[in-house]
């Protein structure tokens, strides 16, 4: 099984624009990401696909790989499926841009989905984590997931989920990391697929594939590390660096 990463960059973010290129500890956010992800060594290439000049110089003056995208697109996922067609892999990893403090051990779980998937029932596999703080529950900036008993996304949201109207109850929430692990052929059928009305209210991609009946298998990690999506993440994972 061929695996690959590419890390899709957008200069222009949203909630944070130029975010990719603030100095973390000497380096800019989207290089410490893609030298972490190469560093797992899980992978036969890491690249960069980003419509950014700034970040594609950023990346491939100091020895990366970087692919320039041609076009402006809906989300990273549809990103990254134009830079893959034409790139020899079984498997892709959609590691985000903002995550500095990518590492082995939660990536290694989720490529075992697939190594263990013999009969290649599973197109998607995505990470979570165990949030316990209860304003991170509540904060629209996280995006939450619940699963079934066998740990296939049910649904993804910006909003608490599930809702805890009997406060006595007993529930783990957790918390979607953006890391996605497709198969090739699953990425490029998913840019087929017209955003639907829930996807474009909650703005997570990943809804997609469930409006559209495909499963994505969650895998569970006990590494929380930092999403740099604001000046406020951006200070945490400095002192975290230290």
Request: aromatic residues 8%.
């Amino acid at each position: 099984m061929k695996v690959i990463s590419m890390i899709p960059a957008r200069y222009a973010a949203t909630r944070f624009p130029g975010k990719l290129m603030q100095n973390l500890a000497g380096k800019s956010v989207i290089l410490r990401t893609y030298e972490a992800t190469v560093a797992t060594g899980l992978f036969s290439n890491v690249y960069v696909v980003t419509d950014s000049q700034i970040i594609f110089d950023e990346i491939t003056q100091n020895g990366g790989k970087a692919i320039m995208s041609k076009k402006e697109h809906e989300s990273g996922s549809d990103r990254i499926a134009e830079a893959v067609k034409e790139v020899d892999c079984d498997v892709v990893v959609n590691v985000q841009g903002d995550e500095p403090f990518t590492e082995k051990e939660s990536l290694s779980k989720l490529l075992d989905v697939f190594k263990n998937d013999q009969n290649k029932d599973i197109d998607l596999a995505s990470l979570m984590v165990e949030i316990t703080d209860w304003d991170e529950i509540n904060n629209p900036n996280t995006v939450k997931v619940i699963t079934d008993k066998s740990g296939f996304a049910l649904y993804f949201s910006r909003s608490p989920i599930p809702y805890p109207r009997d406060k006595n109850t007993s529930i783990r929430y957790f918390k979607h990391k953006g890391v996605y692990a497709f198969r090739k052929q699953a990425l490029l059928d998913f840019t087929i697929l017209p955003m639907r009305p829930i996807e474009a209210t909650e703005k997570i991609e990943c809804i997609r594939f469930l409006e559209y009946g495909k499963k994505i298998k969650m895998v569970e990690t006990a590494v929380q590390g930092v999403e740099i999506d604001t000046p406020e993440d951006l200070e945490k994972a400095k002192r975290l660096w230290k």
